[in-house]
């Protein structure tokens, strides 16, 4: 008899799948019951940075050196950003769309934006850094009608954002500029 993975010390449980194929696609159902799951992500951070709050959990390089924060620290942030965002009156019909790349500010934005229940739309850079035209990142933007709109670097991202201005209505922040 086999124990299922969360009886055992085996990181995942061994494949049992079922196959059903259809006229144009073909489902995959795991024959694995489902497990207690966290109601939502902010759960997972808030269970870290209660069980292990100096443990590391959002890193970046900067040159040769590794800069971040604890998952107790995260936590503090998010909270922080969340109850900022909530006084922003951000929703559904206000979104916050995030223009930059990967970086710990980036990851505390969404985090903290899940965290209060703030839709985020994490928008590839190349749109804004490769693009001539902006004609994605307008239509994007013209879709979302955000209520807020994120760059990590104002001088980097200011011609898209001169290109989209008439594209939104949203307050544009920076980390640059705290």
């Known amino acids: 008899m086999t124990r299922s993975s969360a009886q055992s010390n085996e990181p995942f449980a061994a494949p049992a799948v079922e196959l059903v194929r259809r006229e144009h696609d073909l489902l995959v159902n795991s024959r694995h019951a489902l497990g207690a799951y966290a109601r939502c992500t902010g759960e997972f951070l ?7 709050p100096e443990r590391p959990f959002l890193l970046e390089r900067t040159g040769a050196e590794w800069r971040g924060l604890d998952y107790g620290e995260a936590l503090r942030r998010v909270r922080r950003v969340g109850a900022w965002l909530l006084g922003r009156e951000l929703s559904l019909e206000r979104p916050v769309a995030i223009l930059s790349e990967n970086s710990v500010e980036h990851a505390l934005l969404s985090l903290a934006c899940l965290h209060v229940g703030v839709p985020v739309a994490p928008i590839s850079p190349a749109y804004s850094l490769v693009s001539r035209d902006f004609g994605k990142l307008k239509s994007i933007l013209r879709t979302l009608r955000p209520g807020l709109v994120y760059v990590s670097d104002l001088m980097r991202f200011a ?4 290109a989209v201005r008439d594209a939104h209505h949203g307050q544009v922040v920076s ?3 705290l």
Request: aromatic content about 8%.
């Open 159 to 162: 011609p898209a954002l001169a």
């Open 46 to 52: 808030e269970r870290w940075a209660r069980d292990a």
């Open 175 to 177: 980390s640059d500029a």
